[in-house]
């Protein structure tokens, strides 16, 4: 085999190889249904129990009363927010997830 064959295909197995190790989501990630249900119930909990002077302390009880509700811990919750800022597409992909989730809620709260 040629030189540069050979580099040809040892730099195309690392960029394979880099690509797919990219994609593939850490250990300690949320999947993305849990992770989209989870977020959906946050907010739609912070946009509901809004007090006039808001609260840090009682905030805070109120996330981790409902990561708890989910059996998820603020360390994986900071984790997979930390993971979805390392690409934008993630993002999109799961907040028009988001979007439905609250959506199909709404719907479901206003039917007699």
Request: charged share 20%.
């Amino acid at each position: 085999m040629k030189p540069s064959a050979l580099l040809l295909l040892v730099i195309a197995s690392l960029l394979l190889t880099g690509t797919s190790c990219r994609k593939k989501e850490p250990a300690n990630i949320i999947p993305q249904p849990k992770f989209v249900s989870v977020y959906a119930r946050l907010t739609a909990a912070t946009v509901t129990s809004r007090p006039v002077r808001p609260d840090s302390l009682s905030s805070a009880q109120m996330v981790d009363s409902l990561l708890a509700l989910e059996g998820v811990t603020r360390e994986q919750y900071n984790a997979t927010v930390q993971w979805y800022n390392e690409d934008v597409q993630r993002w999109k992909t799961f907040f028009d997830d988001v979007v439905a989730a609250l959506e199909d809620s709404v719907q479901k709260q206003q039917k007699p």
